[in-house]
């Protein structure tokens, strides 16, 4: 009887909830606005010839400034791939409805992979090796929802 | 540089889901005093303190403005260090600098996590966040809405193209990552302070649900609460304070590749399972232990696996056996607590994931090998003379390694 009795508090809860602000910079900003020109845009170090999208400002390895500017894409290659089978919403685990296929791709003229996702093809199909194309929306919104996913060519 | 040991290591009496029964400070002082127990010290034997759990994921940024009293640090130096999933070797490594350097005799040095208390998915995020807008990757849902967040499946989902490439590269099948967590959870088994401690087959991880291919829920750390603290002192203080049974760290070193892009967001660095900071960190520390051939003289190791074909992929990438070889010495036996080269014999990060202390437990149980102090079963049967262990973390590029041995490094 005493224990039912006994008022227990075993948590204080504590509900924070702010959105924070990040600013994308300067070369992130020229990227997305190249995405409302269906355009993938990707910056070159001037010594090792690295070719980073999306793009950065600094080349680590050569302590560069990457300021040369370079056209990449739209097509390119499936580098890597996993098949997402689930979901995770507010720390809890959800089965996905269908799985969501995300490769890392390297694009014609890029060094550096980008990770995307891929749609319109069955998760057994997708393989390294395979070749995909950008798939933009239309019309743009000037957010990085511009590119909206890679689809197999041909 | 002085020789530096391992005299003691304290953990929490149990590390489990949810210590709903102690709240945060508590808890770190459980395995502050277990530490002094085990060495029948006490606070005033000590100089400075080192102190460190992983930032964001209760959401309590500046822990050791409120911690030292119950860490029994008042009025004592108290660092603390934040580098994410090796945090507790950082902290480790920190009190090992004071001590090798001079500065001080007697360090200890403690880590912690009550993972129960946040969300870790919502603190990876915390640090994920600025760098992955910063990097804009496609597909990537932050907030998990598509199953994405994170790359399909949380931290799983990151860690996926890591297994797929290190499959590609290695020639090990699925099965083999099915293998390892089936070997490590039954290792987990007989060690009191593991987590998941069911005994697990091949057939029970295959059963779990995929995540993010090619890996499974069974593939996957869990979340725990739980802190350890280890004592470390100068080769005099040893011969003051102790019987001469302590582990002596004769080799540490740490390294991080294209920092902050995960290897995956946007790094030039386009392999995931390349992690050429274990191999710059590895080297560094057999050399500092004097150690020609890893592959004879390691007797044991402790590898930081948030996912069961790490275990694998770093027994190649430290040097421990050649690239390609791991998922043979795991068909041949040699990984088991009896076997050759005994791996996680505590069952591993991959059982027990209290972060902030993940990567303190991997030297602390090596420690305890060599001191054959281990309490539960998974004493490894033979003498322990040299033991690596690891670890990772950071954005997938962050590596650090110690290596204890039962004799000090020959100055």
């Not at chain 2, 005033?44 to 080192?50: E, K, N, R």
Request: charged fraction near 20%; glycine fraction near 10%.
């Amino acid at each position: 009887m005493a224990d039912k009795l006994e008022r227990v508090v075993v948590e204080a809860q504590v509900p924070l909830d702010y959105t924070y602000n990040y600013r994308v910079g300067p070369y992130i900003e020229r990227y997305i606005k190249g995405l409302g020109d269906k355009k993938i845009l990707a910056t070159k170090c001037p010594q090792c010839s690295k070719v980073a999208v999306p793009p950065r400002k600094e080349c680590g390895v050569c302590n560069k400034i990457m300021d040369e500017w370079v056209e990449v894409g739209p097509e390119g290659v499936v580098d890597n791939y996993t098949v997402g089978h689930v979901k995770i919403e507010k720390g809890l685990v959800e089965n996905l409805e269908s799985p969501a296929l995300l490769a890392m791709i390297t694009l014609d003229g890029a060094t550096v992979p980008l990770l995307a996702e891929v749609k319109g093809m069955a998760p057994t199909d997708l393989k390294k090796g395979l070749r995909v194309k950008a798939v933009f929306t239309d019309p743009a919104e000037d957010s990085l929802a511009d590119l909206s996913h890679f689809e197999q060519v041909g | 540089m002085r020789n530096v040991a391992i005299i003691g290591v304290g953990y929490t009496p149990v590390f489990v889901s949810k210590r709903k029964d102690v709240n945060i400070v508590e808890m770190m002082s459980e395995s502050v005093d277990a530490a002094f127990r085990n060495t029948g010290l006490t606070p005033d034997d000590i100089d400075a303190v080192t102190f460190g759990n992983m930032q964001t994921f209760e959401g309590l940024n500046l822990p050791h403005l409120w911690a030292s009293e119950h860490i029994r640090a008042l009025d004592k130096p108290v660092l603390r260090v934040s580098t994410g999933g090796t945090v507790g070797m950082s902290v480790l490594q920190a009190a090992y600098y004071y001590v090798a350097s001079g500065v001080y005799d007697v360090v200890m040095a403690t880590s912690w996590e009550k993972q129960s208390e946040g969300d870790s998915q919502v603190g990876l995020a915390g640090i994920v966040l600025p760098e992955a807008i910063a990097m804009v990757q496609h597909g990537m849902d932050l907030f998990g809405i598509k199953g994405l967040g994170f790359g399909g499946g949380g931290s799983t989902g990151a860690a996926s193209y890591q297994a797929m490439s290190y499959l590609h590269h290695s020639g090990a099948s699925p099965e083999h990552i099915d293998k390892m967590a089936a070997l490590e959870r039954s290792n987990a088994v007989l060690n009191p302070y593991a987590h998941l401690r069911k005994k697990t087959t091949v057939e029970d991880i295959q059963a779990t649900q995929m995540v993010a291919y090619p890996l499974r829920f069974g593939h996957t750390c869990p979340t725990t609460d739980g802190a350890t603290t280890c004592i470390v002192a100068s080769e005099d203080m040893v011969k003051k304070l102790t019987d001469g049974n302590v582990a002596w760290i004769t080799g540490v070193g740490y390294a991080a590749s294209d920092p902050c892009t995960a290897n995956f967001l946007e790094g030039q660095i386009t392999d995931p399972a390349e992690q050429m900071p274990a191999k710059i960190a590895v080297e560094k520390a057999y050399k500092q232990a004097g150690i020609k051939d890893p592959c004879k003289e390691i007797d044991m190791c402790e590898l930081y696996n948030g996912f069961a074909h790490q275990s694998l992929m770093w027994l190649e990438k430290l040097g421990v056996c050649k690239e390609g070889e791991a998922h043979q010495m795991l068909d041949a036996g040699a990984l088991e607590i009896d076997g050759e080269m005994p791996t996680n014999a505590s069952g591993g990060v991959f059982s027990t994931n209290a972060i902030g202390s993940s990567a303190m437990n991997r030297p602390a149980e090596c420690a305890l090998q060599i001191m054959r102090k281990i309490e539960g079963e998974h004493q490894i049967p033979k003498k322990i003379r040299k033991a690596l262990s690891h670890g990772w973390g950071g954005l997938f590029q962050y590596v650090a390694v110690m290596i204890l041995a039962d004799e000090p490094a020959k100055s």
